[in-house]
């Protein structure tokens, strides 16, 4: 797991550029939404298919204010003989990955690379957003399963640990912060801490209502716009939105609930907007390991501590910045930033 801005993009390049090296991968598949001009992705792909890899990339031409650079970059990729996608008529493809099928003695093995964030070198020095890497079968055949979709119009067969707009991640959230409504009137423990950008999609705010009026504990950390209004009695008493304002800009999408101690956590590359849900093709992707889930259950908790660069939504709308703390100040941002350097 990498938490970028805080740890090197490095590494995501090194490992295209070693897949494009070896000659035991047979294949590498990737998105594309943003990735800069000159872009080192961009270079080892090109390797790769000149080595003579199956290399295809899904490229988004409508990517905001990027739609000339894209169409460059698709010929620039087509020139090289890889497999250039367009998506699918009428959805974006917004979501992040990367796949690697690499020949080990009689098997196929599947790495993948998820992300929250573009495959983009410079915005990952100024952008927060968590990439994983993972040889998970399950996980892999996943992420194979979308390309195909992806490359072929094929419909998807049922995920195994993926939720994917437009098709199942839309009601699969919703049916997980149900599941926390039902443990709180149950007289469980129940929680449910949100990271996104935006949150703006209707059924979603009425879901996390009557979640929070069934005593579930709600924590939202929203960059930008937020429809929800916390703090209205009766309604939102048990609901925090703040939003973190700080060096670098806040964009990881992750998505935790308690689940009766068996917590969950997801990163995704949506938000919680109309468009993500229905009109883009989005991944919301788990993380399992116990290691990586402390790693970012502690990253959050910093967020919900900061006390210097958070603001709170009011029930008006308003913003208030947090309660500054001269004796205990804590800023989540300098925080990271000199934890990982200190490693």
Known sequence: LLHHPYESFSPVIEFLRQAAADPDVLAIKQTLYRTGPDSPVVDALVKAARAGKEVTVVIELRARF?????????SRLQDAAVHVVYGVVGYKTHAKMCLVLRREGKVLCNYVHL???????KTARLYTDYGLFSANKELGDDV?????????????????????SPFTLHKGLIAKIERE???????????????????????????LYRAAQAGVEIKL??????CLKPGIKGVSEKIEVRSIIGRFLEHARVYVFSNEGNTEVYAASADLMHRNMFRRVE???PIENKKLQERILNDLEGYLKDN????????????????YDAEQPFQVQTELLQTHLAV
């Not at 194979?144 to 994917?164: A, D, E, I, P, Y």
């Not at 039902?182 to 007289?187: C, E, K, P, V, Y």
């Not at 950390?221 to 937020?226: D, F, K, L």
């Open 308 to 323: 210097s660069q958070a603001w709170l939504l009011q029930s008006d709308g308003s913003y208030h910045r947090a309660v």
């Open 221 to 226: 950390i929203v960059r930008g716009i937020c």
């Open 115 to 121: 992300g929250t964030g573009n495959y983009h070198p």
């Open 283 to 285: 991944i919301c992707f």
């Open 66 to 74: 990027d739609e000339g650079a894209n169409i460059k970059l698709a």
């Open 144 to 164: 194979r399963r979308v390309f195909v979709q992806l490359t072929s119009l094929g419909q998807v067969s049922k995920l195994n640990k993926l939720l994917q």
């Open 181 to 207: 409504m039902l443990h709180a009137q149950s007289g469980k423990p129940a929680r449910i801490i949100i990271k996104v950008n935006a949150l703006v999609e209707e059924e979603i705010i009425r879901a």
